[in-house]
């Protein structure tokens, strides 16, 4: 179930800035519209059986960066009282590398989902606040489902971007705060971000 899990992260947060639909730019609907281009454009990649692993996640990398929103990510996930105990320095570093693993422990699992055409996603009734979207999603493989709720927060001059992701209801910002305010409970800053660079993603049930 994790391995699940973590393919379908990555699948579904990742994704083609261009809009499925004419919208404008800042309403809620153009977030969803953003998520399910997403969707579709990542399942295109995956099902090219032309490219290599590698090449596929070239292509993915190349078009799922603008869609997050990766320092706002790390600095959430770290925590506001331990983002302050850090340097411009350190700050700079743990973004890397908390990118650096989020990446990585994602794109180990992203394989099985190549080429399965059972693979289908729902989505439920939009949640907006002020200037933030929330999109529930229903993913499911096979005899497999897990439920998801993607968050997007909108600024000017970068529009929708992902600041986080509830897997059954876990968020992922939260889980590795957890993680980082126990490692940081016993440990110095250095000896964090040295920790980091084999951080492990948050298993989710």
Avoid: C
């Avoid at 090219?48 to 960066?65: F, H």
């Avoid at 990585?104 to 394989?111: G, H, L, P």
């Avoid at 940081?184 to 989710?204: F, G, I, N, R, Y």
Wanted: no cysteine; aromatic share 8%.
């Amino acid at each position: 179930m994790k391995k699940l899990i973590g393919a379908l992260f990555i699948l579904l947060l990742m994704g083609n800035v261009a809009f499925a639909e004419k919208t404008d730019a800042d309403a809620p609907e153009a977030a969803e519209a953003l998520l399910r281009k997403s969707i579709e454009s990542v399942f295109d990649v995956l099902k090219n059986e032309a490219l290599t692993s590698q090449e596929q996640k070239e292509k993915i990398e190349a078009i799922v960066d603008p869609v997050f929103n990766y320092e706002l990510i790390a600095m959430l996930s770290l925590g506001r009282r331990n983002w302050s105990r850090l340097d411009p320095e350190q700050r700079e570093v743990f973004v890397e590398r908390f990118v650096t693993r989020l990446k990585d422990s994602y794109f180990e699992n992203i394989a099985m989902i190549q080429g399965d055409a059972e693979t289908n996603v729902d989505y439920g009734e939009r949640e907006v606040e002020s200037g933030r979207v929330h999109i529930p999603v229903r993913a499911g493989m096979k005899d497999s489902s897990v439920d998801m709720r993607y968050k997007f927060h909108f600024s000017e001059g970068e529009g929708w971007r992902i600041y986080d992701v509830e897997i059954n209801g876990v968020s992922i910002v939260a889980s590795y705060r957890s993680q980082f305010n126990q490692v940081l409970a016993s440990q110095s800053v250095d000896e964090m971000l040295e920790a980091l660079k084999t951080l492990e993603a948050p298993e989710v049930e």
